[in-house]
């Protein structure tokens, strides 16, 4: 069964710093990756997603991941963070058969929370 | 365009009874997916519909229930209501199966 793992359950950062946001998986078959960023009392918002191609995706707003198959890894970082970046942050994993037919499910990491600080 | 629309917002319902939570997707996306939030749990995988059939469901007891309209909106059924069952339950459409997953605001379920 496949399941990821998200290292940190809370990141505290400084504005303007850089941060990383670790996630890996478990999986013997091939992976859909996403991050999904959650806002107080909101629903899931999509920043990126890794299907195929570049190993490296970026999100309209300067969060960018990377895809690293041999350590099973899908860390997002952003160099320099702003305050409204605060939220919850959600990796999440989707499989294919060997046929490629979709689970349909994502099976989600526990979450990070990241709080930016003035 | 309009988004992922789930409602209610919130429904309060005491233990035993029934809820039903109702999403529309977004238009010409064909697949509906259920999630619920628990507080301590996370984000766990309820069902999965496409073209008005369960595709795919989660470890969920068969209290937890839905359908998909013609329409392609869907209803998401809890019979015999626990308190457990409080959380948050957010509704995912996509294009494909297996396609991006877009996320409505969810409907927050409290049960007294």
């Known amino acids: 069964a496949q399941s990821v793992t998200q290292l940190d359950s809370q990141v505290p950062v400084f504005e303007e710093a850089p941060v990383e946001l670790r996630c890996n998986y478990s999986?013997?078959?091939?992976?859909?990756l996403f991050w999904y960023v959650q806002y107080p009392n909101q629903g899931l918002q999509l920043l990126l997603k890794?299907?195929?191609?570049?190993?490296l995706v970026e999100s309209i707003n300067g969060f960018e991941a990377e895809f690293n198959k041999s350590q099973t890894s899908f860390h997002l970082r952003k160099p320099s963070v702003h305050i409204s970046d605060t939220a919850e942050y959600f990796c999440?994993?989707?499989?294919?058969?060997?046929?490629?037919?979709?689970?349909?499910?994502?099976?989600f990491g526990q979450g990070t929370i990241l709080t930016v600080h003035p | 365009e309009a988004g992922v629309t789930q409602s209610p917002t919130h429904l309060i319902k005491t233990r035993g009874q029934q809820a039903t939570l109702r999403c529309s997707p977004i238009?010409?996306?064909?697949?509906v997916y259920w999630y619920q939030q628990a507080l301590g749990l996370g984000l766990q995988f309820l069902l999965w519909?496409?073209?008005?059939?369960?595709?795919n469901r989660g470890n969920f007891p068969p209290r937890f229930s839905g359908r998909q309209f013609p329409n392609y909106s869907s209803e998401l059924n809890v019979n015999a209501l626990e308190l457990e069952d409080s959380a948050l339950y957010l509704c995912?459409?996509?294009?494909?199966?297996?396609?991006?997953?877009?996320f409505g605001p969810g409907t927050r379920l409290t049960v007294l």
């Open positions: 995912a459409s996509s294009f494909d199966p297996g396609d991006t997953q877009y």
């Open positions: 999986s013997s078959v091939s992976v859909y």
């Open positions: 890794y299907l195929s191609g570049s190993t």
């Open positions: 999440a994993v989707s499989l294919a058969n060997a046929g490629g037919t979709s689970y349909g499910k994502l099976t």
């Open positions: 238009s010409g996306h064909t697949s």
């Open positions: 519909y496409d073209e008005g059939e369960e595709r």
